[in-house]
């Protein structure tokens, strides 16, 4: 099932998720979840809260750049060491039409628990490695936002009340609206 994403500020994205104590059919369709909406919103990374699900599981694939790599879940992701410096302009599916540089490790080694529950750990370079720090930050209610400077974070937050704005009017008007009108204000924003 594709999960509406939540849209920064939202409070959820400033709250620490639980660790997983079990990895059962629950879990599951959480992962299929997370890897569906992903997809319908054309992301490479997506973390449970923001689908507004308070858990340690996020979904990476950033196949269509890095050939290796293939479409991997995580239960309770910790990363084990950082090595180097890599900077990476990041966005977010809950900072819709924001990028911006952010310093980050080069290498990553994560440990996890796969969709069977099986502990792995993997060693990340590149987008990967950005993938994995910035989904990981989710888990602590972290933002990417968090990690440039305030008169950009705040330029980006006014931005993100008017989106949230427009995206409010629109559920309120329902279905009947005619599509032409919806996506010329789409357009206009
Ligand atoms: C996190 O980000 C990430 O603004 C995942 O209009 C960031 O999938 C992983 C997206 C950097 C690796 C490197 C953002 C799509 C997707 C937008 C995303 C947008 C459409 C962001
Ligand atoms: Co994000």
């Known amino acids: ?41 054309d ?17 990476l694939d950033t196949t269509p750049r890095q050939p ?9 992701p910790e990363i ?16 819709p039409g924001e990028a911006e540089d952010v310093d980050r490790a080069a290498v990553v080694t994560v440990r996890f628990l796969d969709e069977n529950g099986d502990e792995q750990t993997l060693k990340c370079e590149g987008l990967l490695s950005v993938a994995v720090q910035h989904e990981t930050d989710h888990l602590k209610g972290v933002m990417f936002v968090d990690h ?16 949230q704005a427009s995206m409010e009017e629109d ?5 009947d609206e005619k599509p032409a009108k919806r996506s010329a204000r789409a357009e206009a924003r």
């Not at 099932?1 to 939202?10: A, G, K, S």
């Not at 559920?171 to 279905?175: A, V």
């Open 1 to 41: 099932m594709v999960h509406e994403i939540l849209v920064w500020p939202h409070p959820l994205l400033k709250q620490k998720a639980q660790p997983v104590a079990k990895v059962d059919d629950e879990v599951r369709t959480l992962i299929k979840d997370l890897f569906e909406s992903m997809y319908a919103a």
């Open 43 to 59: 992301g490479v990374g997506l973390a449970a809260p923001q689908i507004g699900v308070l858990k340690n599981v996020i979904v």
């Open 68 to 76: 290796e790599a293939k479409p991997v879940a995580m239960v309770n």
């Open 80 to 95: 084990l060491s950082l090595e180097g410096k890599q900077t990476y302009k990041e966005g977010c599916l809950s900072v």
């Open 148 to 163: 440039i400077s305030t008169l950009k974070r705040e330029l980006i937050r006014k931005r993100m009340k008017k989106l």
């Open 171 to 175: 559920q309120e008007e329902g279905d």
